[in-house]
T-cell receptor
């Protein structure tokens, strides 16, 4: 089944403890992206990647890192999480800019 | 910055009625997409319309695009209770450079369809 898989689905962590949210797609898509969704603010793009080793900042990249060493994987790294990074995170992929994104099921992150 | 703005923020209708949601955006686009999200779950891509298209249909969905007004509308005909969800428009900037990877979402319209 064609899908975008994020792990974990739920995560509670403490301020400053580094964490990684994994994202993997099995559709051989070039484009991958991370979004966060917050009440009243909608979905905001954190980082995106147009291919292996090609990444760029979205609208809210501060406090996040990404890497794209393989086409299928696009992990989101929070080096030193803070409470304002508590949010619902989505990974998504598409075959090119001319097609819609396939979204993962989301990761609900709470930083205390 | 939010590229797309949906209107209305919330819409409540009866089953069988049509639902119309509007989206406005600010910059030149390559395409505009509509997504649906059921409460707290992942978004599902519904339909994509390119900047050189004016209207597109998919099942009960009809999307229009007016690039001169920088606006789009999504019409769901003969709505069902199962259509209850949040609907988002998203715009992809014009091709060229790394900005082509950016897909910017609006705030969404919450649609409630009463049985």
């Amino acid at each position: 089944e064609a899908q975008v898989t994020q792990n974990p689905r739920y995560l509670i962590t403490v301020t400053g403890k580094k964490l990684t949210v994994t994202c993997s797609q099995n559709m051989n898509h070039e484009y991958m992206s991370w979004y966060r969704q917050d009440p009243g603010l909608g979905l905001r793009q954190i980082y995106y990647s147009m291919n292996v080793e090609v990444t760029d900042k979205g609208d809210v990249p501060e406090g996040y890192k990404v890497s794209r060493k393989e086409k299928r994987n696009f992990p989101l790294i929070l080096e030193s999480p803070s409470p304002n990074q508590t949010s619902l995170y989505f990974c998504a992929s598409s075959s090119s800019g001319g097609y819609g994104y396939t979204f993962g099921s989301g990761t609900r992150l709470t930083v205390v | 910055s939010q590229q797309g703005e949906e209107d209305p923020q919330a819409l409540s209708i009866q089953e069988g009625e049509n639902a119309t949601m509007n989206c406005s955006y600010k910059t030149s686009i390559n395409n505009l997409q509509w997504y649906r999200q059921n409460s707290g779950r992942g978004l599902v891509h519904l339909i994509l319309i390119r900047s050189n298209e004016r209207e597109k249909h998919s099942g009960r969905l009809r999307v229009t695009l007016d690039t001169s007004k920088k606006s789009s509308s999504l019409l769901i005909t003969a709505s069902r209770a199962a259509d209850t969800a949040s609907y988002f428009c998203a715009t992809r900037r014009y091709a060229g450079g790394t900005s082509y990877g950016k897909l910017t979402f609006g705030q969404g319209t919450i649609l409630t369809v009463h049985p």
